[in-house]
């Protein structure tokens, strides 16, 4: 028998950890993995703060789901003890299967498989491990429980998953501009017509909260320079994986080296068992170790990781880059370089990044008036204010070495 524990938050203060098959799952090593792994991939290098992990995430969600079920339960909005377990164990476990540096490398381990399948694949696992309690949990988070509302406390545009990250990567990263009134918006939930719900005279709090979420993507999570190394990162593994392929020399651990080469991009039982041992240092392990591969490519870009060695420079860009430009930068890469034409695109890389902060068009966000009826968000609030919220904003990233 577990003893009932208490985690001391930075953010939230004492967290309770509820029941004994919670401390369970989150003693199991598949959960103990995301202590080493970085909620903000390599925010750090830019917010040195920025070193939390999402262990910290998970049970500060977890916090919140908890506080919004009683709220929510003080309304007379019916939740079985069974289903309030299940939702706190859902979103628990909803980013278990992130790989290293989160976001960062997302497809880069294993190709066309998000962390959200990974995520479910060993939510199954674990449910055939504990004997399937875990299959209410499992239903909630597919959204094939037929309480709707529960699924949105998961995930929808205004989630606990969505008020935590806020709130915590403003505090680690030092950001006062993401921080978000947790409280006070969980406080104004509700439920109608089985759909998750915010009262009327929280218009403003919602407001706020995706203004702090636009003005979180565009100035830390999209931050040029930390969004450069987390590319750069992206490129060594994809170079490592190249030369792999290729036959060629590289020192890896089987581990990894397994992921490598699958190209396939199918997580068998086999591979998803290795992934769930890969962490942030297997891959500076690595990075630590390539500098001084023979391979230039490599060496070089791991290097800049390693040691935050600004030898690229990332422009972030309102307007397409001209292909002028970029031919030009190309020309002078290869003259200053020992590298061929086909490796350019290591070096040398063009993308946009798109950003929407409130889709109407998705899962949108209710009010609920005091007549009882709802109206969409957007449809309430300030049209000047929505403008900005509601539009795709698109910028254009363009790395390329130092000249």
Not at 16 to 23: A, K, Q, S, V
Not at 188 to 204: H, S
Not at 262 to 268: A, F, K, V
Not at 351 to 365: D, G
Request: glycine share 4%.
């Amino acid at each position: 028998m577990n003893k009932l524990k208490i985690i001391n938050d930075p953010i939230y203060g004492f967290i309770n950890i509820p029941d004994e098959l919670i401390y369970d799952l989150i003693q199991h090593p598949y959960f103990q993995r995301l202590r080493r792994i970085s909620q903000m991939g390599l925010s750090y290098m830019v917010y040195p703060g920025a070193m939390h992990t999402r262990f910290h995430h998970a049970i500060g969600a977890m916090h919140l789901m908890k506080t919004a079920i009683n709220v929510l339960k003080f309304k007379d909005i019916e939740i079985t003890t069974e289903e309030e377990q299940a939702a706190l164990i859902a979103i628990l476990l909803h980013d278990i299967g992130h790989g290293p540096f989160s976001h960062a490398l997302e497809y880069s381990i294993i190709d066309n498989v998000s962390h959200e399948d990974i995520s479910l694949r060993l939510m199954h696992k674990l449910n055939k491990e504990f004997n399937g309690k875990l299959d209410l949990a499992i239903d909630i988070f597919t959204g094939k429980y037929h309480k709707t509302f529960l699924k949105e406390l998961i995930s929808s545009q205004i989630d606990v998953d969505r008020l935590d990250y806020l709130r915590r990567d403003s505090f680690y990263s030092g950001v006062v501009e993401g921080q978000v009134n947790s409280e006070r918006l969980i406080k104004l939930m509700n439920v109608q017509n089985n759909r998750l719900v915010i009262d009327e005279k929280g218009i403003y709090s919602v407001e706020k909260f995706i203004i702090s979420r636009r003005l979180m993507y565009w100035q830390v999570y999209f931050h040029k320079t930390g969004l450069m190394f987390e590319k750069i990162l992206e490129k060594i593994l994809k170079r490592a994986k190249q030369l792999i392929q290729e036959g060629k020399p590289v020192e890896m651990n089987e581990q990894l080296r397994k992921m490598f080469e699958n190209q396939q991009g199918i997580l068998s039982d086999e591979n998803l068992e290795i992934y769930t041992h890969l962490d942030d240092s297997d891959i500076l392990y690595h990075l630590k170790k390539w500098i001084n591969h023979p391979d230039f490519v490599l060496s070089y870009l791991s290097e800049m990781i390693i040691h935050r060695k600004h030898l690229n420079k990332m422009e972030l860009s309102n307007e397409p880059i001209a292909g002028e430009k970029i031919d030009i930068i190309k020309k002078k890469t290869l003259q200053n370089f020992p590298i061929q034409k086909k490796d350019l695109e290591y070096l040398v890389f063009y993308h946009p990044i798109k950003h929407l902060a409130y889709n109407k068009e998705k899962n949108p966000i209710l009010l609920l008036k005091k007549d009882n009826s709802l109206i969409e968000f957007s449809q309430a609030t300030d049209k000047m204010n929505m403008v900005a919220l509601s539009q795709n904003v698109e910028k254009y990233a363009f790395c390329h070495p130092k000249f």
